[in-house]
């Protein structure tokens, strides 16, 4: 469950940077790939939330990927 909200917490913050940039994005499959596209702090973000989701630790790696956004 824990993984699950996580992962869910992620791509909602990938998807508010695209909409943003009004960039679309066909599957989430490639979602991770268009926003590294973006600017070197998307791909941060996006090395943060791949960082967060194999540790689940919100106390170590959730607020370096929080502080990030």
Same mark, same amino acid.
């Not at 993984?3 to 990938?14: D, K, L, N, R």
């Not at 994005?25 to 702090?41: A, Y």
């Given at each position: 469950?824990?993984?699950?909200?996580?992962?869910?917490?992620?791509?909602?913050v990938?998807?508010?940077?695209?909409?943003?940039? %009004?960039?679309?994005?066909?599957?989430?499959?490639?979602? =991770?790939?268009?926003? +590294?596209? &973006?600017?070197?702090?998307?791909?941060?973000?996006?090395?943060?939330?791949r960082?967060? %989701?194999?540790?689940?630790?919100i106390?170590?790696?959730? =607020?370096?990927?929080? +502080?990030? &956004?």
């Amino acid at each position: 469950m824990k993984m699950h909200t996580i992962a869910e917490i992620i791509y909602s913050v990938y998807r508010m940077i695209l909409q943003e940039n %009004e960039i679309l994005f066909d599957c989430n499959r490639r979602l =991770e790939k268009q926003v +590294e596209s &973006i600017s070197p702090q998307t791909v941060e973000l996006v090395r943060l939330g791949r960082q967060l %989701e194999v540790s689940q630790s919100i106390e170590d790696t959730g =607020e370096a990927f929080f +502080e990030e &956004i």
